[in-house]
């Protein structure tokens, strides 16, 4: 689809040299239209537009961002910088497309559970409208709306002219560092309701944290081959909603598995964490991403919404009502 939509692209460049046939001039009265539209939203904007040109690889002026509605800040990123951001997106007839703001009423949001996001910031990247909009207002504390013209979103493999809304919450120059404060600042939130803490260092210094909060009734860990029952609740964890409540992202209800320390796509911390574990006892599986599902966004089983963004810093609130051990097992089979 996206070889599709460049050639079509390239085709309306090259009638703007002369040359095409009467489906390509369709097309350029579809883009003449466009521009005509972008004009009319863009005349009912009271406040002032910032506008930010746009080139090919080649130096050729494609088109340009309108940035306006926005407030300032002087944190500006630079390359390999990290931005904690919120957005949403929608048509100039005011349909939204997509939204990482939690409580939207959007009918077809593909982010299930709101944002904010992690975004990387990188020089080599065209067309990364996040960075170009944060490069212009600054990346703390500051927000825009901006339209990106149809010109510009068929550069990028799309094809509809869109208004962004971005909040932009933090600029992060060390993601791990940051991150291993955000665990600790909710460690010590966590404090006054944890019994035990156990560390699982992967690495040089990430490391899970399981914070126990009921005494169990069992004296045995939970080893390789355990039958449990047992529920769970998976909470990402943010600067955003941490003084509220964790987003909740996944509530499978309870469940009775034979537990594998080295299950294939299981978070290698969640996994750590649950052999801390016995029988009765309830507990917080504080996960960083490079010990969960890492720079990979996790998607629902029909692949249409993001579940789990990347870089995602995991939480699983564990309630273990039994253990049975494989041993055991066998002989209650004999």
């Not at 407030?71 to 904690?84: F, Q, V």
């Not at 010109?151 to 919450?169: D, P, S």
């Not at 600042?185 to 210094?205: E, K, N, W």
């Not at 273990?320 to 004999?334: G, I, L, Y």
């Amino acid at each position: 689809m996206r070889k599709r939509i460049m050639t079509v692209f390239c085709c309306a460049l090259a009638l703007l040299a002369g040359c095409g046939d009467g489906e390509e001039i369709d097309l350029l009265d579809v883009l003449e239209d466009d521009r005509a539209a972008i004009q009319e939203y863009l005349s009912q904007v009271t406040t002032p537009i910032l506008t930010v040109p746009k080139y090919s690889r080649t130096g050729q002026l494609i088109d340009s961002l309108y940035i306006f509605n926005y407030t300032e800040s002087d944190r500006k990123p630079a390359h390999g910088n990290c931005l904690l951001l919120d957005y949403s997106h929608m048509r100039l007839d005011g349909t939204y497309d997509d939204s990482t703001f939690p409580n939207r009423d959007v009918i077809d949001s593909v982010y299930v559970n709101g944002g904010p996001i992690y975004h990387w910031v990188s020089d080599s990247l065209l067309y990364d409208y996040y960075a170009d909009a944060a490069r212009v207002i600054g990346a703390e504390g500051a927000e825009c709306d901006m339209l990106v013209p149809m010109q510009l979103v068929l550069t990028n493999g799309e094809g509809t002219t869109r208004v962004w809304h971005l909040k932009f919450y933090r600029l992060i120059e060390d993601l791990l560092a940051y991150e291993e404060e955000l665990i600790d600042s909710y460690v010590r939130q966590m404090a006054p309701d944890t019994l035990r803490t156990f560390r699982d260092v992967q690495g040089d210094s990430v490391a899970t944290r399981t914070l126990v909060t009921r005494e169990a009734t069992g004296d045995r860990q939970i080893q390789t081959g355990d039958t449990l029952t047992f529920s769970y609740t998976v909470h990402i964890l943010d600067e955003v909603h941490m003084a509220d409540s964790l987003r909740m992202v996944m509530d499978p209800g309870e469940q009775t598995i034979v537990f594998n320390g080295s299950a294939s796509g299981t978070p290698v911390g969640y996994l750590l964490g649950m052999q801390h574990l016995c029988e009765g006892n309830a507990a917080e599986i504080v996960i960083p991403y490079a010990m969960a599902y890492g720079a990979t966004e996790q998607r629902t089983t029909n692949g249409q919404r993001i579940r789990i963004p990347a870089y995602s810093t995991l939480v699983y609130r564990v309630d273990v009502t039994q253990v049975r051990a494989a041993v055991a097992q066998e002989e209650t089979q004999e």
